[in-house]
C-alpha cells in the first residue's frame, strides 16, 4: 500500500512539474485563439472571437474514456464561473482510443442526458497530428510539443486576451487545485473590451 501512494504521490508530482513546463508567455505566440472557429455540434459556425474577453477551457473530450466522468467536474466548473466570465468549450474526439465513436447526435444526446451539459461542444474534430484542427496546431506551436493532447480531456486555458496560457494533461481533473486556481487567476485579470 505504501508503495502504492508513493507512486501517486510521484505520478502527481511528476504531472504537476510537467504542467507548469507547458505554460506560455506573450513572446511565444503569433495571433490569438479568436483567428480560430470551430463548428458546434448542432453544425453552425462557433468563431472563438464570440468569447472575447473570457476565459475559455478547451478540452478534447470522449464519451467512453477513464475520464469521461471529468464531464461532471467541468459542467460544476462552467456552472460556478460562468457570470466571472467562464465558458468551457467541449471538443469531441475519436483521436484516441476510438473512444467518440458516435455521430453528432449521439454525443450531444450523451453529453446532455448523462451529465446535464450545458456548456458549448462543437463538431468532432481531430486533435493530433498533421489534419488537427487549425486551434489545436496553434496551442501547440504557441506552448510547444510537450503541450499536445496524449489523451482526452487534456485542457488548454485562453486568457481573456484571447492568448493560450497553459494546458494540462487528462489527469487534472476540473477540480484541482492547479486547474481552478489558472481559471481564478485568468478570471481576475482584465480582458479587452468587448464589443
Known amino acids: 500500500m505504501l508503495r502504492s501512494l508513493a507512486l501517486k504521490a510521484f505520478s502527481m508530482t511528476l504531472l504537476a512539474t510537467t504542467s507548469a513546463a507547458v505554460s506560455a508567455t506573450e513572446a511565444d505566440q503569433h ?21 472575447k474577453g473570457k476565459a475559455v477551457l478547451v478540452v478534447n473530450t470522449a464519451s467512453f474514456c ?9 459542467q460544476a466548473l462552467y456552472d460556478k464561473y460562468e457570470a466571472k466570465g467562464l465558458v468551457v468549450v467541449g471538443v469531441p474526439s ?4 476510438g473512444q467518440e465513436p458516435g455521430t453528432a447526435t449521439q454525443i450531444k444526446d450523451f453529453c446532455e442526458g448523462a451529465f446535464g451539459i450545458t456548456f458549448p461542444l462543437t463538431e468532432k474534430v481531430q486533435v493530433t497530428g498533421t489534419a488537427a484542427h487549425p486551434f489545436y496546431k496553434w496551442a501547440v506551436s ?13 485542457k488548454y486555458l ?38
Open 31 to 51: 495571433g490569438s485563439a479568436y483567428d480560430f472557429s470551430f463548428t458546434t455540434i448542432d453544425g453552425k459556425p462557433m468563431p472563438l472571437s464570440t468569447f
Open 66 to 74: 477513464g475520464f469521461t466522468q471529468q464531464y461532471k467536474g467541468l
Open 94 to 97: 475519436n483521436d484516441f482510443g
Open 142 to 154: 504557441a506552448l510547444g510539443p510537450k503541450s499536445a493532447p496524449g489523451w482526452n480531456f487534456h
Open 158 to 195: 485562453i486568457g481573456r486576451d484571447g492568448r493560450v496560457v497553459t494546458s494540462f494533461y487528462s489527469g487534472f481533473a476540473p477540480d484541482s487545485t492547479e486547474v481552478v486556481a489558472a481559471v481564478e487567476e485568468e478570471l481576475g485579470k482584465t480582458g479587452p473590451a468587448t464589443n
